[in-house]
């Protein structure tokens, strides 16, 4: 609770050392030498209303400082928009200099009407400590986000190796299945035990990459929507539509991302005895992944949303925000009778 006030108080801490800098330094009006008894000394006099014009002028340099940190900075380093930084830091450093300088008169100080190199070195040192400012921030941001993601990775990699089963013992064991369901002549066991293995396949080894090809995540969600496909049969009224479109070939992802939202479809979305339906629409438009799953909703509300239990929708969240920060847009949608999330993400290439 603490630390949240730490930030303000260190630029409370920076202005007020500004002004003790400048006052200190600009608000001496005149030195009288008085020689008492032959001792001589130096009187000092300060203008006591250069203290107003000081708290004027940071009050300026403090817009200057606080729109390069958290608007302009933010708005074009990351797109590497150098003219049209360059442009807006020099249009509003002379603005605020202008500014600054025809409120002079009202002040009784007159230090920086003929010390022009100095206001404009000033204003240089402004933007340089916002500069840096705003990449320590980031840095500090980044860094943090980076050390919480190890060690949640960590965390799980133990969780995983605390539950897991042998992969060859446990594909052994499919692969018998397989073979008894065969010579029983039961085609939809038999399917399903294979897509089965193929979907372990795919979390146990592929998925312990950090990024995979998309390529490979929609073959697992079309894999998801086959597996789930069999426990319905002809006389069901569901229907189950997946449409890929774009070039997603070339992309990667975060393994396991868009999982959650399939498998929460179908655990929400169909009941047995009613007309159900569940849509999944995925397409790459340029860097942009757009994904949007829409079903019937027949769990309480606020039960598809929190979807507790298994993976989660609370972990995708958690997930987007680690390695997709400020790159990803999550929206879900709850309504009487539909459910839709929609994600969309700024992919890498791969």
Not at 89 to 104: P, V
Request: net charge neutral.
């Amino acid at each position: 609770m603490a630390g949240k006030w730490i930030e303000p108080f260190l630029h409370l801490a920076f202005w007020l050392f500004c002004f003790w800098v400048l006052y200190t330094a600009f608000s001496f009006e005149r030195v009288e030498v008085v020689i008492e008894n032959g001792v001589e000394r130096s009187l000092y006099s300060r203008d006591t209303g250069a203290a107003l014009f000081i708290v004027a002028t940071l009050m300026v340099k403090m817009v200057v400082f606080y729109a390069v940190a958290f608007f302009l900075l933010p708005r074009f380093l990351r797109q590497r928009r150098w003219g049209a930084l360059s442009g807006l830091l020099a249009a509003l450093s002379f603005g605020c200099f202008l500014a600054e300088y025809l409120l002079q008169p009202i002040a009784t100080g007159h230090y920086f009407r003929s010390t022009l190199p100095i206001g404009v070195l000033l204003y240089l040192l402004v933007l340089l400590a916002a500069v840096a400012y705003r990449l320590g921030r980031d840095w500090w941001r980044h860094e943090r986000l980076r050390a919480q993601l190890v060690e949640e990775r960590l965390s799980a990699e133990l969780n995983y190796l605390k539950a897991q089963v042998h992969p060859h013992f446990l594909f052994n064991t499919l692969n018998n299945l397989y073979a008894l369901a065969a010579r029983e002549n039961s085609p939809a066991l038999t399917d399903g035990i294979a897509g089965l293995a193929g979907l372990l396949r795919y979390v146990i080894y592929d998925c312990q990459a950090a990024y995979v090809p998309l390529s490979k995540e929609v073959q697992f969600l079309n894999s998801i929507v086959e597996m789930q496909n069999l426990r319905l049969d002809e006389q069901d009224d569901v229907m189950v539509a997946l449409n890929v479109s774009g070039p997603y070939q070339d992309k990667k992802i975060a393994p396991l991302l868009l999982a959650p939202f399939v498998e929460n479809a179908f655990k929400h979305g169909i009941r047995y005895g009613h007309s159900a339906f569940v849509k999944i629409e995925l397409a790459v438009e340029g860097p942009f992944l757009h994904f949007k799953v829409v079903n019937t909703n027949f769990s309480r509300p606020g039960g598809q949303s929190s979807s507790k239990g298994g993976i989660g929708l609370d972990n995708v969240r958690r997930r987007l925000s680690l390695l997709y920060p400020d790159r990803h847009q999550l929206v879900l949608d709850a309504q009487e009778n539909t459910f839709t999330a929609y994600l969309q993400l700024q992919l890498d290439e791969a």
